[in-house]
């Protein structure tokens, strides 16, 4: 049997890791002491899917993929959701004296016992090996089954009228609240939003209800609807969550708090907003975990991806991320942060708000009510020794100014901007050296995926939107991509879908080239889609650009150059993750348009 240590050797057999890649992860190995699995895992070189199959096969122990498998109602509710969150565990199949359960970390003795435990003596337990996505998805339906019923039960708990809710401030005291049937519909709310992976909760008081949303794959879903009458509690046992004054509703106002969900801790950033049926309520989760939170898994790849490391590389100067708000800057900044962190650089960030939080790097929450703005900040870094500074917004003139005289030493649209506040031209082009726009478009789901023939018009728009691309040919690229479906040697940390088609040669001689769609399953709730990936263009600004920014240019002459010196648009980068099937033409316009 091999052992745990060779699990890369297992992926050099089986052809999936080559040796530039292996060398890699052998130096990160000897750097950073973490595990192979890990660094295998940040840098995308194979998927979990893959590390559970090799896992399986090199000690013996069975793979299950739990979405392939009905699991009746009688099995599962044997363990409690609690216990499915905490041991990461899912029991599918019973017999009067074994039970098979499928565990994300088959070696975790400790959880192996506990669920022992829960079954009558001589019961065996036949542990299967699945992965950390096969099991979300379980709890993510557990959960949302859990959260209708718990809701449900704790409506039936609420005896008060709600004008007695309103009108005595003693119901709504942290004590009550904590343990009143408000707190475990708060509750519920709260694990649901974790296990589904949510971005965002929107409690939001209507005329006649309180309409719960959730913001999944970056596309808000109403999954709950209660009675407009509770909306005032569930603000209070919120606000007093995040230490918010629960007598002011007035006034917007901001605040925060942590929950755990399976033993890992998530931060939820809250908003409260007055409006005219009460007060509605926004909470972000963010990631506490940043173990997943590397670059390779943004969707940044190939040319873009090189630059912008160079970037990253670069002793002095600036490097912009630019986008719209949900567009995953906050991630990448945070990525970025993490490829420089060293014990032997000092790194200060300025950010509002502060959202994923990075071990060793100085975090500082701007605060302009008790008058600490970006730029009293940044001038306040700066006489902090910095060796690099990550400013989360630059929106005045001031601010601008500063970032670029930080720099002493000497994407297309991010200059115009800086020009546009008033920073002289001959600043910016010896203090900035690479501009990054991104966007996230939805990804499309791996269990539903299906190729189809793009007709004819959809081909020469595609064939057109390319042309830009010197000695590009879609033919070519698709039956390289073809011929390798692992090309990290290239940077390129994203594989293509599994349903992906080379190109084929049509009855009239004309080649056809495919794309991909979600049919829509109960895995991706009919949607077709699961998940984000991000398109990027990244602008490396070269002696000629820098010279170009001296003059007056538009940011369509910087593209021109930059598209020449190999730079990909953000629209064609997305081109080619649809072709590949990674994501849909359609959801490349969408958010492109943003």
């Known amino acids: 049997m091999i052992t745990k240590s060779s699990l890369l050797k297992y992926f050099q057999t089986k052809g999936l890791i080559n040796e530039d890649d292996s060398r890699k992860v052998l130096v990160e190995r000897s750097r950073s002491q973490k595990s192979e699995e890990a660094i295998i895992r940040e840098m995308t070189l194979a998927n979990e899917e893959q590390i559970a199959q090799a896992k399986s096969e090199i000690f013996g122990i069975p793979y299950v993929n739990l979405k392939d498998v009905e699991i009746q109602e009688s099995i599962i509710s044997e363990v409690s959701v609690d216990a499915l969150q905490k041991y990461r565990a899912v029991p599918f199949e019973r017999n009067q004296d074994s039970v098979k359960i499928a565990m994300q970390d088959p070696f975790d003795i400790q959880a192996t016992q506990a669920l022992q435990r829960k079954y009558p003596a001589g019961t065996r337990i036949l542990v299967y090996i699945t992965t950390a996505e096969s099991i979300g998805y379980i709890l993510d339906r557990r959960v949302g089954e859990t959260m209708s019923s718990e809701v449900t039960e704790a409506l039936e708990d609420v005896e008060m009228p709600v004008t007695e809710i309103n009108e005595d401030p003693n119901i709504l005291s942290s004590t009550d609240l904590s343990s009143a049937p408000i707190a475990r519909i708060v509750n519920a709310i709260l694990q649901y939003a974790a296990i589904s992976q949510a971005s965002d909760i929107h409690i939001e008081p209507m005329e006649k209800k309180t309409r719960v949303r959730f913001r999944i794959n970056g596309v808000m879903t109403e999954r709950l609807a209660l009675p407009s009458n ?13 230490n918010l004054k629960i007598d002011e509703k007035r006034v917007p106002q901001d605040g925060r708090f942590p929950i755990k969900v399976n033993g890992a801790k998530i931060d939820l950033r809250v908003s409260t907003m007055p409006t005219i049926y009460g007060e509605k309520v926004v909470m972000r989760l963010l990631e506490s975990d940043t173990s997943n939170v590397t670059l390779e898994s943004t969707g940044m790849r190939g040319h873009a991806y090189k630059v912008y490391l160079d970037g990253l590389g670069v002793t002095n100067g600036i490097v912009l991320v630019t986008g719209p708000t949900g567009s995953g800057k906050t991630r990448t900044l945070a990525c970025s942060l993490m490829k420089v962190n060293d014990a032997k650089v000092n790194i200060i960030s300025l950010e509002n708000p502060v959202e994923i939080r990075v071990p060793g790097v100085t975090q500082v929450q701007i605060n302009p009510d008790a008058g600490l703005t970006f730029a009293t900040g940044l001038r306040s870094v700066l006489r902090q020794d910095p060796d690099v500074v ?3 917004e630059i929106r005045d003139q001031e601010t601008a100014q500063l970032a670029v005289q930080a720099i002493k030493k ?28 991104q966007r996230l478009p939805r990804k499309i789901c791996e269990h539903c995926v299906e190729a189809y023939p793009a007709l004819p018009e959809v081909v020469k728009d595609i064939k057109e ?35 992906f088609k080379a190109p084929e040669m049509g009855p009239d001689g004309q080649p056809i080239l495919y794309l991909y769609r979600g049919k829509g399953c109960d895995k991706c709730g009919g949607t077709g889609y699961s998940g984000r990936i991000g398109i990027f263009e990244v602008l490396d600004i070269t002696d000629k650009i820098s010279r170009m920014m001296m ?24 081109y080619l993750k649809a072709l590949e099937g990674i994501t849909t033409l359609e959801e490349v316009m969408r958010v492109s348009k943003e």
């Open 230 to 242: 509770l909306n005032p509690a569930l603000v209070s046992r919120v606000k007093i969550l995040s």
């Open 390 to 392: 990550m400013v989360g």
């Open 410 to 437: 000497n994407a297309d649209t991010g200059i115009p901007r800086l020009l546009d506040m008033g920073i002289e031209p001959y600043l910016l082009s010896s203090t900035i050296r690479t501009v990054a726009a």
């Open 465 to 499: 939107e390319m042309s830009s691309v010197p000695g590009f040919d879609v033919i070519q690229y698709l039956t390289r991509v073809a011929a390798s479906p692992n090309t990290s040697a290239d940077f390129n940390f994203i594989p293509r879908s599994s349903a």
């Open 551 to 574: 003059e007056t240019v538009t940011d369509k002459d910087i593209e021109k150059v930059a598209q020449e010196e190999g730079m990909l648009t953000m629209t064609e980068d997305g």
